[in-house]
């Protein structure tokens, strides 16, 4: 793409690489409520969403009522320009659909196998055994043992089904043949632990075929019309081949006969080494049982529904159970690249609001999970990275900053595709508390969402359709974590994890990008001259192999092949012990050992020198390197080694230290190129912390800043070039990032100087007494209530719920919001909740429709009703063929007044026209979620030079008005403006508005909101 149309590209950023969220439909659907939700996403940048049936639905999912209202949905997106993913399941994980299919084909169901008995046999004993047959006998397996270790497998298995009858084993161990271990294999068919009770055999083509008849073949006979225009793909939501216990492994009943279509030997005879200690051959029978699973799963699932989609113009997208957390991943998909080869476009998912992962910590590692996305992507040639995110970030507290904050670490780790979780179509009810945080209309900060969505939109495009640089390739231990898994987690599987955690997060520390890499990529389509990948274009300094139990005979060939050439080998953790083939059984090959193979690193890095030194071996390369003692190593102590062995070998790409030339490690970056046009992203990862920093590009060009927040392009003047280096100095406030490009034209007349530090003569800090309003009435909850239960009027289960408040203002604004109960339904077309609110001894009636939080959380103006005094609710509710509705959820008075804290009770009192810096959660407005209006004037002198606008951080975001005019948005850092234009010599009106979270109402959590710090005025000389 030409330069000039990738600025217009980023500065009017097209609907494709918009936010497009998930969009909970969670509610009863209807025409005019949906078509208001899609232009209120509109109006606010947000240009496409995934139609996701979620809890709390009310309009049967997959009915023709459900259809109309899903076209409803594309015809009005349609008709705006935007994207439309569908969803495939109602809830997740994918392939269940809604349950009706495991159903109606209950052989289906997804199924797992264990080693249910074992009986020790000696040599010429016999054995009658009562069988646990399960769900199924799948085999009764012999093999000879000793000390533990079984002896001779594959060959020495004996199958002993012959040997059961009626429940029961009789068999006689030879003479002469030592000690016999008895394994009795059964079939566990999974039920419970999903919303489904059970799951679907997703090694199972059938068991697929019938998924993609029963869901996608009904949307595509519906909107086939619409396919690879409006509606863009298909999200498919966490599918995984294991979801039974760890001491389970996954079974099919096709498995046995594909695995000897594979591997020209029986499954029964690989079967014991899933489970116990088999000597040397353990790592080969494990990987062949697990090559087997895997194929089975991605041909079955993946590829199954891939073609379907490719057929009829849909893009497959969405992402798989467990990414970035090794040992599920593997349990889970076996080897996450062999399911994302199917895939249109790469995916991961992004939980909590953590990046850092914490190696050796059991938790998520949302490093690894996009790293493993975009590798696929980069490797496979996908066009697009995407990630569900923001799901569970902090709940209700979540701001604007937080999601800059974590949609920054994802684009920095590949990710060109946003797909916040999420957006309620309803937060009625226990609905709010589905994996919240919600970030729709129902949010506070809803009306400045625009700025985050333009920003992201603005990162996506850019960062999309180029080709990535990074300075390794690590090698993914998919067959080291298969030979160490017996199938539960054993000590040298969690080294293996704890080894490779260490790795990735040391290596980002450390400044060097990754992409991690399977084997089969390396020997396929890596060149040992320059570790160049052939599909992809990617061309890596080094390769890094973490800690292994076992690799392919054939990367051992390749890796030696690459040290001949004197490419980089970095062995960070022991040699692999284990050598194994990728498919026929030549169990006779000891071309390999560890030794062997350790025999090839010529160098280690000494730890107590910090240096490269010679090992002691006959034909080791210089260029080879071992790190021993990884896996005993902190993150800090690794980023040191990584650091010091990227100087000694090559030049990273991009080197970003402080001004004394120490490295920063908090500051992670993405190269990728346009053409001929080099682009960094580089992120400040550090939400406390800021640093001025000295960067230094392996490029030569002209820089430029693109502001991803406004769409500006602005030339740099202050930089240098070190050769064939490109240096810039940059100042990173907390959270901050920049879209620096060095190209070969220029590409903007408008320019800035980067290194030159304002100098100011003035500095005046604002009074810390404001004129304030809110924008909004404020809140009550009424969290405590006395209840009775009884019965009245012909109705049994009848609840009184009874509360009191004390109001001392004449209120001119008095609302009653009902958080369900009034409009509860327990079905589509069910009347409401039987429920009675009685105010001060009148009947509160005619609620409609809610406007201050959520239409579905109804309202009632209950102004005449409320005196001053004592006031008194009562709820009365009762069963009436269903359970009564209950109070799980606060209700609200909001009105124009002020809670003053008064014996540890709130009492309502007239609002103050004026607020002192500080929380307002404790100024009268502990429950306000919402906008706060601050005024003050100020007087300042002539000014010649440039005026600025600081404040210190709000509690959450603040907008900027000076002399009526609009000045800035600050949802994140730098907490300023330019307000040069914008003052006058004199008096000044300077206006505040800072907007807090949902956590004050919705959590019934006073969060310290709105000016929380000093406010100034600072002139420059």
Not at 56 to 71: K, M
């Amino acid at each position: 793409m030409h330069i000039e149309q990738l600025k217009e590209q980023f500065a009017n950023p097209p609907s494709e690489f918009a936010l497009a969220p998930f969009w909970f439909l969670n509610h009863e659907l209807t025409d005019a409520e949906l078509k208001w939700q899609i232009n209120e996403m509109n109006n606010n940048g947000v240009r496409g969403f995934v139609l996701h049936a979620r809890h709390g639905l009310i309009t049967e999912y997959l009915s023709n009522e459900w259809f109309d209202r899903i076209e409803t949905c594309i015809k009005e997106a349609h008709r705006l320009g935007m994207k439309v993913y569908l969803y495939d399941e109602d809830n997740w994980p994918s392939g269940p659909v809604s349950g009706e299919l495991l159903k109606k084909y209950p052989e289906y169901r997804q199924s797992g196998l264990t080693a249910s008995q074992r009986f020790q046999v000696s040599e010429g004993s016999s054995i009658s055994e009562s069988i646990d047959v399960g769900d199924g006998l799948v085999a009764v397996v012999a093999v000879p043992v000793a000390d533990g270790v079984l002896l001779g497998l594959p060959q020495s298995a004996l199958l002993l089904d012959a040997f059961v009858e009626d429940g029961v084993l009789d068999w006689s161990a030879p003479d002469d043949s030592g000690d016999w271990m008895v394994f009795v294999f059964t079939r566990i068919i999974m039920r419970g632990r999903t919303f489904f009770d059970g799951y679907l055999d997703t090694l199972n083509k059938d068991a697929v075929d019938k998924f993609i008849e029963m869901t996608h073949k009904r949307y595509t006979e519906r909107f086939s019309k619409y396919f690879g225009s409006v509606v863009d793909g298909m999200f498919t939501d966490e599918p995984t081949m294991h979801t039974f216990e760890d001491s389970q492994t996954p079974f099919t009943p096709t498995l046995p006969s594909e695995f000897r279509w594979r591997h020209d030997y029986d499954y029964y005879r690989a079967l014991p080494a899933m489970f116990a200690d088999a000597g040397e051959v353990t790592a080969q029978l494990r990987c062949d049982v697990n090559d087997t699973l895997v194929h089975l799963y991605q041909q079955a699932f993946f590829k199954n529904i891939y073609d379907y989609c490719e057929s009829n113009r849909l893009n497959l997208i969405g992402h798989v159970l467990y990414e970035g957390e090794l040992h599920q991943s593997i349990r889970h998909q076996g080897d996450f690249f062999r399911g994302a080869e199917y895939m249109h476009w790469g995916g991961c998912d992004q939980l909590t609001d953590t990046t850092w992962p914490k190696p050796g910590v059991n938790g998520l590692n949302n490093l690894v999970g996009p790293k493993l996305a975009s590798s696929a992507a980069h490797l496979f040639q996908k066009p697009r990275v995407m990630s569900e995110c923001f799901g569970v970030a902090y709940g209700w507290k979540v701001s604007l900053r937080m999601l800059k904050r974590l949609a920054d670490w994802l684009v920095a780790q590949g990710v060109n595709m946003l797909i916040p979780h999420a957006f309620y179509y309803s937060i009625q009810g226990q609905r709010k508390w589905e994996c919240p945080p919600g970030e729709f209309y129902q949010s506070s900060f809803w009306p400045y969402y625009r700025y985050f969505a333009d920003y992201a939109a603005r990162l996506c495009s850019i960062t999309t359709g180029a080709q990535h640089v990074a300075d390794v390739a690590v090698v993914f231990p998919a067959r080291s974590m298969w030979s160490s898994l017996s199938p539960d987690a054993t000590e040298e599987s969690n080294t293996v994890v704890k080894d490779f955690e260490l790795v990735t997060t040391a290596l980002r520390r450390a400044g060097l990008d990754f992409d991690i890499i399977p084997e089969e990529e390396l020997i396929g389509e890596m060149s040992s001259f320059d570790l160049s990948h052939i599909a992809s274009g990617e061309r890596y300094k080094a390769i890094v192999i973490p800690h292994s139990t076992a690799l392919l005979s054939v990367t051992a060939e390749f890796i030696v092949d690459c040290i001949d050439n004197d490419q980089n080998i970095i062995l960070a953790g022991d040699a692999p012990t284990q050598f194994v083939l990728s498919g026929e059984a030549e169990w006779n090959d000891h071309d390999w050992s560890a030794d062997l193979f350790a025999e090839q690193f010529g160098r280690q890095y000494d730890l107590d020198t910090k240096m490269l030194i010679s090992r002691d071996v006959m034909e080791g390369g210089e260029s080879a390197v071992m790190i021993p003692g990884v896996t005993d190593m902190s993150v800090d102590q690794l980023t040191e080694v990584f650091l010091d062995m990227a100087g000694s070998l090559f030049d990273p790409d991009v080197i970003i230290e402080d001004q004394d030339r120490q490295p920063i490690t908090d500051i992670i970056h993405y190269h990728y190129v346009h053409g001929e046009h080099d682009f960094f992203f580089l992120v400040n990862t550090s939400s406390e912390v800021g640093y001025s920093t000295h960067i230094s590009l392996d490029t030569i060009g002209m820089p430029s800043i693109w502001n991803a927040e406004t769409g500006e392009v602005l030339a740099v003047n202050s930089y240098d070039y070190d050769g064939d280096r490109t240096l810039i100095d940059l100042d990173f406030q907390p959270g901050e990032s920049y879209v620096l490009a060095v190209t070969t034209v220029p590409v903007s007349d408008s320019a800035i100087e980067l290194d030159v530090e304002p100098a100011y003569s003035k500095v005046m800090e604002l009074a810390d007494e404001w004129e304030f309003t809110i924008d909004k009435p404020n809140a009550l909850p009424f969290t405590h209530w006395h209840m009775e239960t009884g019965q009245r009027g012909g109705f049994t289960g009848v609840n009184i719920y009874t509360t009191e408040f004390e109001c001392e203002a004449e209120l001119h604004i008095a609302r009653l919001l009902v958080d369900g109960m009034v409009n509860e339904k327990i079905w589509h077309g069910s009347a409401p909740s039987n429920v009675s609110i009685i105010l001060n001894g009148q009947k509160v009636q005619g609620f409609s429709e809610g406007e201050y939080l959520d239409h579905q959380i109804f309202e009632q103006d209950v102004l005449g009703l409320i005196k001053r005094g004592t006031n008194t609710i009562e709820i009365h509710t009762a069963t009436q063929l269903a359970p009564s509705a209950n109070l799980s959820n606060p209700v609200y008075l909001v009105g124009d007044f002020e809670l003053r804290d008064r014996g540890g009770e709130l009492i309502i009192v007239p609002p103050s026209p004026t607020i002192h810096t500080g929380d307002w959660a404790a100024q009268g407005y502990p429950y306000y979620s919402g906008t706060g209006v601050y005024r003050q004037v100020v007087t300042l002198p002539r000014a010649t030079k440039n005026v600025f606008f600081r404040m210190d951080a709000p509690g959450d975001m603040a907008e900027v008005f000076v002399n009526g005019q609009f000045a800035a948005v600050l949802p994140w850092e730098p907490w300023a403006a330019d307000i040069t234009d914008l003052v006058k010599s004199g008096k000044n009106e300077i206006i505040i508005k800072v907007t807090n979270s949902m956590a004050n109402m919705l959590l019934v959590e006073p969060n310290a909101s709105g000016i929380l710090g000093k406010v100034e005025i600072a002139i420059t000389k």
